[in-house]
């Protein structure tokens, strides 16, 4: 019986391949957004995380700012801010994204969310998306064009500006 050491192509290491992904294995998957029609660089191509974990990063800011202020006014608890925050951030994601199709996050790192059918995201779609947002969960599930269970439940995709 086999060490498990050895085997596959070229004597590689069985587990460089599951642990490297389907690439390691010799699977092409293509790039990031082509299967959606993207352009592979510039203006209308997937996002990378870099650019949307720096968005996210500057309008959960945005949002603690703003119920932080609150809190102060109102005589808020800890958990009543932090409750806040994630209202805020909601509130924030689901009214610029539905009406401009950016947050301020995005807007500074130069990423818009767009629908794939065209035109703007919209209200309703934009409510699904950030609700989907804020449960986390579905945002930590990507697929390979850098899509979020959000942005797939929502028919969008983050793209450069």
Same mark, same amino acid.
């Given at each position: 019986?086999?060490?498990?050491?050895?085997?596959?192509?070229?004597?590689?290491?069985?587990?460089?391949?599951?642990?490297?992904?389907?690439?390691?294995?010799?699977?092409?998957?293509?790039?990031?957004?082509?299967?959606?029609?993207?352009?592979?660089?510039?203006?209308?191509? %997937?996002?990378?995380?870099?650019?949307?974990?720096?968005?996210?990063?500057?309008?959960?800011?945005? %949002?603690?700012?703003?119920?932080?202020?609150?809190?102060?006014?109102?005589?808020?608890?800890?958990?009543?801010?932090?409750?806040?925050?994630?209202?805020?951030?909601?509130?924030?994601?689901?009214?610029?994204?539905?009406?401009?199709?950016?947050?301020?996050?995005?807007?500074?790192?130069?990423?818009?969310? %767009?629908?794939?059918?065209?035109?703007?995201?919209?209200?309703?779609?934009?409510?699904?998306?950030?609700?989907?947002?804020?449960?986390?969960?579905?945002?930590?599930?990507?697929?390979?064009?850098?899509?979020?269970?959000?942005?797939? %439940?929502?028919?969008?995709?983050?793209?450069?500006?």
């Amino acid at each position: 019986m086999s060490s498990g050491k050895q085997g596959g192509p070229g004597g590689q290491r069985w587990t460089q391949t599951w642990l490297g992904g389907a690439r390691s294995a010799g699977v092409d998957l293509g790039r990031p957004g082509e299967r959606l029609g993207l352009p592979a660089e510039g203006s209308g191509s %997937a996002a990378g995380y870099g650019r949307r974990l720096g968005a996210l990063f500057i309008d959960w800011v945005i %949002a603690l700012l703003i119920s932080t202020l609150l809190t102060r006014v109102l005589d808020w608890t800890p958990s009543q801010r932090s409750l806040t925050t994630l209202a805020v951030f909601a509130l924030m994601s689901w009214i610029l994204v539905g009406t401009a199709g950016v947050t301020i996050g995005k807007g500074v790192t130069g990423i818009r969310v %767009a629908r794939l059918g065209g035109g703007p995201v919209g209200p309703v779609w934009a409510l699904v998306r950030a609700v989907l947002l804020v449960l986390v969960v579905p945002a930590m599930i990507w697929d390979r064009d850098y899509r979020g269970l959000h942005d797939r %439940a929502a028919d969008t995709v983050v793209v450069n500006r």
